[in-house]
Structure formats: C-alpha cells, structure tokens
C-alpha cells in the first residue's frame, strides 16, 4: 500500500484513506441533492477535512528588519502551513514587532522556494491604520520571504513605530 507523507510531522495517510475520500466528494458532486448528512453536517466539508485538514504543520519562522540580519522578536507568533507535493499554502500573523525603523521584513520560509517569485499578500498595522503588504522570494535567497507594507499612496511606510504592530499574511508558492 501507498501512502503519502507530510514531511513536516512525518504523519502519513494510506493510498485507500485518499482514495475513500476523494470517492466521496465525487459523489457528492455528482448528487447535488446530497450534500449534507442526516445530523446536518456538511459531508463534502468533513471529506475535505480528513484529506487535508489534519495536514497544517506549525513552523517558528523567524523575522529579521530590513537589513535581513537583525532578528525581530514578536510578543505574537502564529504560523502554519500545508505542503501538497511542491505547492507551499501558508498563513503567518505576527505581533509586537516595534523598533525596527522601517517595515520591511525577511521571515524565514517553512520550506526552500524553488524560485524567486510574487507569493501572496496581507496586511499590516502600524497601530493606527492599516496597510497592504507585499511578498515575495528573492532570487538571492530562497528560505526567507520578504515583507514590505505600503501605504497606498506614498510607497512603502518609513517609521514602523514602537507598539501595536502587527503582520498578517497568507502565501503560496512552489517549493524547491
């Protein structure tokens, strides 16, 4: 028998395990008046769930200032992502990040990128408003991610401030 490993927490599903629920969510699609269970359950949710939902790994990135060498350290940490093959799914908050004379960041990657690349969005908040973030890979370093947030209007914002900021970001990209 098969089986698929998810080489964060080496847990694994057996190929019949996969097989039984993805049957399932076929055959819901293919009976739209099937969908939920007799206890009100939504089937096709819960297939979902048991074929992936257990799959979310936690990994402790961590964040340098601008200068990609300084680290940061969050009052705040959440971090999770789901590696299906080489497609990377992740979300990142991160709070308390004070001091660091601007808002650009580099956060340590949960898996080597394959490339540079764009890989997602968020936002961040200096305290008093919010704004947009970008993210990206650089080609000269392919286990960290950049972060700049951006104000809209006048690039990217100079002083992060000294309290009640905040990062909070989902990602995808394809790893190495």
């Known amino acids: 028998m098969r089986t698929i490993t ?35 359950t939504d089937s096709k949710q819960v297939a979902v769930e048991n074929l992936i939902g257990s799959a979310w790994s936690s990994w402790t990135p961590t964040i340098y200032k601008h200068d990609n060498v300084t680290p940061v350290t969050p009052t705040n940490l959440s971090a999770y992502y789901l590696k299906i093959g080489k497609l990377v799914i992740g979300k990142f ?45 650089s080609s000269g370093n392919l286990t960290r991610m950049f972060i700049g947030i951006y104000d809209g209007t006048n690039g990217a914002i100079g002083n992060w401030g000294t309290s009640g900021n905040s990062i909070d970001i989902f990602f995808i990209y394809e790893a190495a």
């Open 93 to 137: 908050f991160a709070d308390g990040l004070a001091n660091t004379a601007n808002a650009y960041f580099w956060v340590t990657l949960p898996v080597t990128a394959k490339r540079a690349m764009n890989i997602g969005t968020g936002t961040g908040y200096n305290g008093s408003n919010y704004y947009s973030s970008y993210l990206g890979i």
């Open 6 to 40: 998810n080489p964060a927490n080496n847990s694994t599903l057996s190929s019949s395990v996969v097989r039984n629920e993805l049957q399932t969510l076929e055959n819901e699609v293919a009976d739209p008046t099937n969908g939920h269970d007799h206890d009100g």
